[in-house]
């Protein structure tokens, strides 16, 4: 019997401890940060497990692992610690290998995360949600917090910064 | 509709959450008016590269590890859940130092403690002696249904064979084996590379709890359960291996 909520814990949320470990990593920039913090987050949801009952439980997890990464950060101080990614300091090295297709691929990819890494928390995590997870705004809006409006508008700048650190506008626009 | 209008609907547009008709209307405009066009080409387009550039990571195996093994546990709220290995070896060596400080005292409890050493050292010679070529199996199969009448009169009991393949622990066989003075059955599990034994026999006595100990790179956990005492050995790592032991016996029923 005292069984029975772990067994249920592991089918409905444990499915989506993926997506928690991927918000985790964008949100804190560390992997073993990042694990730690949905260790935590997932036993938390475990004792507020009666809590769900019948709402979604995807947006639900989600919204207890963000909290934690933000109570996390707040307790830890950590972006006193990181070193900003200077741009030129790294782009020469995937440029010199530009000949082969997949290092193009891989120096794209690596400008996308790039440029990701550099936008403001509450950018970022609209853009992790919505490109990553693909949630609707309606859900992003319970996850992070805010009205659907903020959603969209956070969301709209944070493409924005992304193409503009891309140089999205002069590649497409021709 | 005007430019501003479109502009501020582009996202919602692009991720498909404007209402059919603002839709149409957006992109009626945007099929029209060069810059909002363009516009519409930039955020597309960078929404296809973070789509395509962004990592999903994978939660790794000893994180989904900790948190089933900390599911598993009696509920303590407050507690950090890296580990009971630690919290184990502390109990072992106390243990060890309650045996070797005391000579008179306590004598069942140094038996008990005693008993289960020469146990342990058992399990750990017949496992190490397993790996080595053709020591594994007596009966190879990834069938529960061959693997279990096999030991229909070789030992007295018949051990749990859970099917765990679902949860990347492929049944591998059993074979006989000859532990703590007596017959038992071995049933044997995989993880990629890294074997595990469960050596089951019957044992009367109250039930027991689940404990574990390590030693020279190899974990065990035993428990006594239905009169049927239960040691589970392997080099695969605590976590995974406590994941293991939580599946088997909640599927061994």
Known sequence: MAQQPVERFETVILPYLDDAYTLARYLLKDEHDAQDVVQEAALRAFRHFHQLRDGEPRAWFLAIVRNCCFTWRRRNWKDRLVVPFEDHLHTNVDESRSADAQAIEQSDRAAVERAVAALPLEFREVIVLREIQDLSYAEIAAIVGVPVGTVMSRLSRARRRVAAALGAGAQEAS | ?253
């Open chain 2, 1 to 253: 509709m005007r430019c501003a209008e479109c502009r501020e609907r582009l996202d919602a547009y692009l991720d498909g959450e404007l209402t059919p008709v603002e839709s149409e209307m957006v992109r009626g405009h945007v099929e029209q008016c060069t810059n909002c066009g363009h516009e519409h080409a930039v955020l597309s387009a960078t929404s296809r590269r973070l789509r395509d550039g962004l990592m999903y990571y994978e939660a790794p195996d000893m994180l989904r590890a900790r948190i089933v093994s900390a599911l598993s546990r009696p509920a303590k709220p407050a507690d950090r859940v890296v580990s009971p290995w630690v919290r184990w070896s502390r109990l072992a060596a106390a243990a060890l130092v309650i045996a070797v400080a005391s000579s008179g005292l306590t004598v069942a409890v140094l038996h008990r403690e005693d008993t289960t050493r020469a146990v342990a050292d058992d399990v750990l010679a017949s496992h190490v002696r397993s790996l080595m070529p053709g020591h594994l199996t007596d009966v190879a199969s990834n069938d529960q249904h061959n693997v279990k009448p096999w030991f229909n009169g070789r030992v007295d009991l018949s051990p749990p064979v859970p099917r765990l393949d679902s949860a990347g622990f492929p049944l591998l066989g059993g074979r006989l084996d000859y532990v703590a003075s007596r017959q038992v059955a071995a049933v044997i599990y995989g993880r990629r590379q890294h074997i595990i034994t469960v050596y089951s026999w019957s044992s009367p006595g109250d039930d027991e709890p689940q404990s574990s100990l390590s030693t020279q790179g190899y974990h065990m956990m035993r428990w006594r359960s239905g009169r049927v005492e239960s040691w589970v050995i392997s080099d695969l790592n605590a976590g995974e291996l406590a994941q293991f032991v939580a599946l088997f016996r909640r599927n061994a029923a």
